[in-house]
Structure formats: C-alpha cells, structure tokens
C-alpha cells in the first residue's frame, strides 16, 4: 500500500531574465484576520477574497536567489522562527534547492521587517546564518530602526517585533553593511526605492538584455484585495499615506510597461503580470516554464 506524503513539496522555482536566473523560494505563509488592513471595512475585504475563492487572508512569504555574472545573491531571509510555524522555511528550501548558505556573497533586503529580515541570524547562537554574505539595504531602514526615539514612541507589538528583532538580526553584519541610496546594487540588480510601508523599502528590477524583471517587495500584502482595491493599506504600514501612492506608482509602472513581477506577498511562486482592469488591477500569474 503507497504511504501518503507528510510533506508538502519543496518551494523552488526557476525563471529566467536574460543571462540571470532567478530563483523563489517560499518561506511559507502568514494567515490572519483582516483587522491590520486599512482604507477598507472588514465585510468589504472579505467579499473581496470570497469572491476569489479565498477563506481567509493568506500572506505568503517569498524569498529570491538572484544567479548573475558567477556571483550569488539572496533578497530576503524570510522569517525565521520569530513569526509563525507555517514560515520559516526558507533554509529547509535553500537546502532543498542545493544551495549552501555560505555560498551567498550578499543578501539584499527590501526593509526590515521580521518577515524579511529575521532569517539573518540565529538567535540560539548568535551567529550570521550568511557567514559570507554582505547585508545589502536601504540607508533610511538602519536609520529608522535604530532611531531610539522612534522605538520609544512606537507600540509595544512594533517595539518588540520590528525594532528590537530588526537590531538584533542585523547587527552581526555591522562590519559588513553596505547602505544604498539607488542605483545598481549587485551585477543587473537596481534598486529603486518605494518608502512609505517602511522608510527605506525597495523594490529591484532584474535587468539581462533586453528582459526585465520586476521584484516589488511588499508593495502588496493580500494580492486579492490591494489590486482591487490600491488605496489599502495595512496597520505596520511605517507611513500608510506614502505606502498607497508607492503602490499606485508600481502598479502603474508595470501594468502600462507589461513588465514581469514578483513580490514577497504573492502566491509562490509569483511570477505574474499585472493588467489594469478599470481602476483596478488583476494580477495574472505566469505559466509554468519547464526549460531553462
Ligand atoms: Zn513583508
């Protein structure tokens, strides 16, 4: 008798853009109530994701491998063990995908947030899980997250959540940060800023050739209902204001250039298109490619 599978298939995808392969990684998932989204009553929300045949908010976790000119890199640690037993698995998957993490020459990070960001070490012994890697982020997210006075007046959950595990995660790379502004920031990797859900979060387009390749960050966090509705924007939203025009700009940017995205929201392994459909936009996921 065949014994039934226990576990789900590693997250690992490959795509091309030009001479560079990208790789997704699934981190997991985040399930949640719909109370930390803003700009939208709760029953309106839910609609929104019943009508797409979702149960509940879902926010997947993404991370990417970034292959170009013989060098190695990797946007986002994922989560860690600070979050949620469903995350937390992007080393299982980096293992999975043949990867040795102590191969990675730079890790970039859109923002620091827990999700993002607190892959970078391990607590238990305080050691670089990217022993080789240098930390690659926008200059206002340090900045932010170590601002004391910033700390002090943000909300116990915040103060504990993305200030204090913000700093304990990246501070064993102190001797290795590099601070960007924009600009390219690892061979065919510009980073573009888009603050508002954090001060310094970035997305990176990926550039080989004539093919593009848009990684947004968390310009969404519940696909279903920010591409319906854009002006939504969630509780940890840094500057909620600034986060929806960000949003509107991307949006706008790769629905009128047909440009291929993907996020750290969007369902594994989010490669997709994003088509505008009145003021509102439906994101179309890319057909699966055996080749590479
Ligand atoms: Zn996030």
Redesign the pocket.
């Known amino acids: 008798m065949s014994r039934i599978p226990q576990q789900q298939i590693p997250g690992i995808y490959h795509r091309r853009v030009g001479d560079i392969l990208v790789t997704a990684l699934s981190d997991g998932h985040l399930d949640g109530g719909l109370d930390v989204l803003r700009q939208i009553s709760e029953a309106e929300a839910r609609q929104i994701l019943t009508e797409r045949f979702r149960p509940a908010r879902r926010?997947p976790?993404n991370a990417f491998l970034v292959y170009s000119s013989g060098r190695l890199a990797l946007i986002e640690t994922g989560s860690g063990n600070y979050l949620a037993p469903t995350a937390g698995k992007l080393m299982a998957n980096l293992k999975a995908a043949g990867v040795d993490p102590a191969d990675i020459e730079a890790v970039l990070l859109?923002?620091m947030?827990p999700?993002?960001s607190a892959g970078l070490t391990d607590m238990t012994t305080a050691r670089r899980n990217y022993a080789n890697a240098e930390l690659v982020m926008h200059e206002n997210e340090p900045r932010h997250w170590f601002d004391d006075a910033k700390m002090a007046a943000a909300t116990e959950r915040a103060k504990k959540l993305y200030f204090q595990a913000g700093r304990e995660q990246v501070l064993p790379y102190k001797d290795r940060w590099r601070l960007f502004n924009r600009g390219e920031v690892f061979p065919g990797v510009t980073a573009i800023p888009r603050p508002g859900?954090t001060p310094g979060h970035t997305t990176f387009l990926i550039s080989s050739g004539k093919e593009q390749l848009l990684i947004w960050?968390?310009t969404v966090?519940v696909p279903e209902v920010q591409t319906a509705r854009p002006e939504v924007c969630m509780e940890f939203d840094t500057d909620a204001a600034a986060a929806a025009a960000s949003r509107r700009q991307v949006f706008d940017m790769v629905a009128t250039d047909r440009l291929a995205i993907s996020g750290?929201?969007l369902h594994f392994p989010g490669f997709a298109h994003l088509a505008r459909r009145g003021a509102a936009y439906e994101l179309i996921p890319e057909a699966w490619e055996q080749a590479l």
């Open positions: 926010t976790v859109t923002h947030h999700d993002h859900h960050g968390d966090h750290m929201h």
